[in-house]
Nanobody
Framework: QVQLVESGGGLVQAGGSLRLSCAAS????????FGWYRQAPGKQRELVAS???????NYADSVKGRFTISRDNAKNTVYLQMNSLKPEDTAVYYC??????WGQGTQVTVSS
C-alpha cells in the first residue's frame, strides 16, 4: 500500500517561510505526478501546486511567485517551499499522487 507522509508544517508569522516534505514509499516514485492540496476550515480542498513526472509545474494563482514545488526522485520526496506566507495560507496541507493516494496532512498556521 502506498504511503505518503507529510512533514514540515507549523506556526509561522506572516511573511515567513516553511518547507513541506512528502516522503513516499511503496511506490514507483519516478513515474508518478504529485500534488499539494490544502483545506482550510469550512472550505473545500484546493490544489495548490502540482508537478508531473517530467517536472512540469503548475500553481494556483493565489500562490504563484511565492510557492515552489519540487521533487527528488532519489529520495522519493516531494517538497513545497512556501515563502511570503499570508494568514490566508493557513490550512491543512496534503500531498497526493496522480494515482489518487493521499497523505494524512500537515497543519500550516500563519499568524498576522
Amino acid at each position: 500500500q502506498v504511503q505518503l507522509v507529510e512533514s514540515g508544517g507549523g506556526l509561522v508569522q506572516a511573511g515567513g517561510s516553511l518547507r513541506l516534505s512528502c516522503a513516499a514509499s511503496r511506490i514507483t516514485f519516478s513515474i508518478n505526478g504529485f500534488g499539494w492540496y490544502r483545506q482550510a476550515p469550512g472550505k473545500q480542498r484546493e490544489l495548490v501546486a502540482s508537478i508531473t513526472r517530467s517536472g512540469i509545474r503548475n500553481y494556483a494563482d493565489s500562490v504563484k511567485g511565492r510557492f515552489t514545488i519540487s521533487r527528488d526522485n532519489a529520495k522519493n520526496t516531494v517538497y513545497l517551499q512556501m515563502n511570503s506566507l499570508k494568514p490566508e495560507d493557513t490550512a491543512v496541507y496534503y500531498c497526493s499522487t496522480s494515482s489518487g493516494n493521499w497523505g494524512q496532512g500537515t497543519q500550516v498556521t500563519v499568524s498576522s
